[in-house]
């Protein structure tokens, strides 16, 4: 391992244990991220924790409405305790902006890189740091082998990861138990008062394992999601039967 190497673990180690009264986050605890009747598409009506999601984006306002979604479901996640980092290459999230899905910036360690190798590797050696209750990174492309090296990390860690991946290149096969599409909907003010609505996204589950697929229209406000609209796709013999 190069000293460069080492030195990222260590600046790591530090910021985690700096942050006082946190530490390794309950076993076996669950939570509910209040996703509401989404739950019904996972495997025992639960939210996957301690496993890869994978979220297609497309453009920047597709990684927008992603990071908005992985912000609420991150916020019930921490609630647990510990901290999360938050790994990107593009735009750098604005810290303050995460008080509204109700995460304390200082509650998050936030890191910048360019290279794709770079946020890979810290990506996966973040995801062993058990003391932590999520990771989010952004990257373009994921590779079977390499989400397959992840999905062994939170295995043993029990960490969450959330893969944003920004206009990739390819949608090959990967070892994430779940995939998510987030896309923006138009946000609706209350009897047409002025200023800005709350966040609103179209969100499918195109992939989950041992689990059902659907579409769903939420909106983020009171620190909650509610579920506006649902639309779920299923499979029966063979055909494709819209219901909702």
């Not at 460069?4 to 600046?11: C, E, P």
């Not at 927008?64 to 901290?83: D, E, H, L, P, Y």
């Not at 062994?152 to 969450?160: G, H, I, N, P």
């Amino acid at each position: 391992m190069n000293s460069s190497k080492s030195h990222i673990i260590a600046h790591l180690q530090k910021e985690i244990l700096s942050l006082q009264g946190l530490g390794s986050k309950p076993k076996g605890t669950q939570t509910d991220v209040g996703l509401g009747i989404i739950g019904e598409s996972f495997p025992n009506q639960t939210f996957p924790l301690g496993v890869i999601h994978e979220f297609i984006a497309n453009g920047l306002e597709g990684i927008t409405a992603a990071t908005g979604f992985v912000s609420g479901i991150t916020s019930r996640i921490m609630r647990n305790g510990g901290v999360s980092v938050w790994i990107n290459s593009g735009e750098p999230v604005y810290p303050i902006a995460l008080k509204q899905y109700g995460i304390e910036p200082d509650k998050v360690i936030f890191i910048h890189l360019q290279q794709q190798k770079q946020i890979q590797w810290v990506l996966e050696e973040s995801l062993k740091c058990e003391g932590l209750a999520s990771v989010i990174a952004e990257m373009r492309d994921l590779s079977f082998v390499s989400s397959r090296r992840l999905q062994l990390a939170v295995e043993q860690s029990r960490v969450t990861g959330f893969i944003l991946r920004r206009d990739p290149r390819h949608l090959q096969t990967t070892a994430s138990v779940c995939r998510w599409e987030i896309d923006s909907l138009p946000s609706q003010l209350a009897d047409q008062m002025p200023g800005v609505g709350f966040p609103r996204w179209k969100v499918s589950l195109t992939k989950v394992r041992n689990g059902k697929p659907g579409q769903w229209d939420i909106e983020w406000r009171e620190e909650k999601f509610h579920i506006l609209k649902e639309a779920f796709t299923v499979s029966i013999l063979g055909e494709q039967r819209k219901t909702g």
